[in-house]
């Protein structure tokens, strides 16, 4: 299994371009989740999601969109980036039932607004 | 508010020397509180979940207990591979929504 995978790495964008973040679990988890990162800050929630076709906003959802076409894939859309979206951006994904919600996160996107 | 507090920030240790990390919440609802451990440009790794007041987890040299109020996690006789940063998170109601502490930075010297 190759658990959460989060392409790309790095990203540099412009103020103003838009990107997709991809992540992808063969875990056969229903809850997937995207965070972000900064210094001091710890964790926030963006955006979750406990099946395909289902999706809810978390802590700071705003310039941010997802949906879930299929259970393997949680992509995350910047529409129009901001200098404040730099940071780094992890997605997670847990069973979510039958008291198994520890998630399992993948390796991180680092990106940088300019 | 909804708050997950963290203490120390960073908390350095000779080999062998035991400690605690704290992690306090101010949360109604809680239905859980897992801890995870980060390596430097890695994502968090998954330690413990602990559901209800009193109740204990170990693995190897880490234990996570917790009360109504908060959780330690002790660190028996630490080795350097145990440097890391140690995160608690809470989750209320239903287990869709996370919050998470910033973070104890653990440095272990040999």
């Known amino acids: 299994n190759a658990g959460v995978t989060q392409t790309p790495k790095f990203q540099v964008l412009k103020t103003g371009q838009s990107m997709t973040l991809q992540c992808a679990q063969d875990m056969n988890h229903e809850y997937m989740s995207w965070y972000r990162q900064d210094p001091g800050m710890g964790l926030r929630l963006i955006h979750y999601s406990v099946g395909a076709g289902i999706t809810d906003q978390g802590e700071v959802p705003n310039g941010y969109n997802v949906s879930r076409s299929t259970t393997e894939d949680f992509p995350l859309r910047l529409l129009s980036a901001a200098p404040s979206q730099t940071s780094v951006y992890f997605c997670?994904?847990?069973?979510?039932?039958?008291?198994?919600?520890?998630?399992?996160f993948g390796p991180g996107t680092r990106l940088t607004v300019t | 508010e909804d708050q997950v507090t963290q203490s120390p920030e960073a908390l350095r240790l000779q080999e062998g020397e035991s400690s605690s990390l704290n992690c306090s919440y101010t949360v109604s609802g809680l239905r859980g509180l897992f801890w995870y451990r980060q390596d430097p440009g890695k994502g968090p790794e998954f330690l413990f979940t602990?559901?209800?007041a009193g109740e204990e987890k170990e693995k190897e040299r880490l234990k996570a207990t917790l009360t109504k109020k908060e959780s330690f996690l002790h660190i028996t006789a630490p080795k350097p591979e145990d440097s890391a940063t140690y995160l608690c998170?809470?989750?209320?109601?239903?287990?869709?929504?996370?919050?998470f502490g910033s973070g104890t930075k653990l440095n272990v010297k040999p």
């Open positions: 997670a994904s847990s069973l979510g039932t039958g008291l198994s919600y520890e998630q399992y």
């Open positions: 998170a809470v989750s209320i109601y239903n287990f869709n929504k996370f919050y």
């Open positions: 602990l559901y209800s």
